[in-house]
């Protein structure tokens, strides 16, 4: 499994930590990439994985509006130009936006003009039915443990097992959106994960300590620059040696035939 971190690129101090540490494992927005592509090119020489996600959630809400077809298009050109350095990326998975129609073309469109097949992202409004599609067809699928516009799960943890084994049946590898609750990424396996978790605990005047395969988390009163800094740099070691344990973790099992 892959821990990817994210919610690095949109805070100053956080791409000096990932080039620092050397954090293989990455997922980046191309919101906001698209205006500084420089960091593709500072992260180049240490990264083992980057997924990039089209950023569009961000658009999502009724207050926010774009020129779709140019940031289509311009997302699809990015994606070309980088291709060297982008290891998957994501399509545009707004259809409570724009509907599944429109939202089938665009994926169409991203693999004519880039040649690479996206990240298909199945949300519950497609039904289990287009899941079983998906896997059928596309590599690599994903699904969000939770939505964050709504605060609700978008699938049930539950049912983890039915979407990751009809995946994995298939051939298909599966990326899990925003989750980062240990006790379920050590029992289902994810090809990727990805997480803001430890920028956000950060913002919130809490440090993470990752020890024995558990994480805790310790409030802090003060709420000053220096101090947050401090704790963005601690919690992103953290976030380190999770990615760490969980990629041996699965390895491990993987070696005594536990998963396929």
Known sequence: MKFLVAGWETERDSPELVAEYKVPYLLASFLYLRNNPELLQRVAPFKRFLMLDSG?????????????????????????MYSNLIDEYVELDIENKVGLEQVEKW?????????RVPVVVWHKERGKEYWLYMVRKYPYVGFSGYVSLTEKPEIPEKNFAWFITRAHEHGAKVHGF??????????????????????????????????NGKIIRV??????RERYRKRLRLNMLEALKMQQYLEEYWE?????????
Do not use: C
């Not at 658009?59 to 990015?78: G, H, M, N």
């Not at 409030?219 to 000053?224: D, V």
């Not at 491990?252 to 396929?260: I, S, T």
């Open 56 to 80: 569009a959630h961000t658009y999502q809400k009724p207050s926010k509006e774009t020129d779709w077809d140019r940031y289509v298009w311009e997302y699809a050109k990015f994606v070309s």
């Open 107 to 115: 994926r169409e469109f991203l693999v004519r003009k880039t040649g």
């Open 178 to 211: 925003g989750l980062s609750r240990l006790p379920i990424l050590l029992k289902y396996p994810f090809d990727s994960v990805d997480s803001t978790s430890w920028k956000q605990m950060a913002v919130n005047g809490t440090r993470i300590y990752f020890r």
């Open 219 to 224: 409030r802090e009163n003060a709420r000053t």
């Open 252 to 260: 491990q099992k993987k070696r005594k035939g536990v998963v396929g």
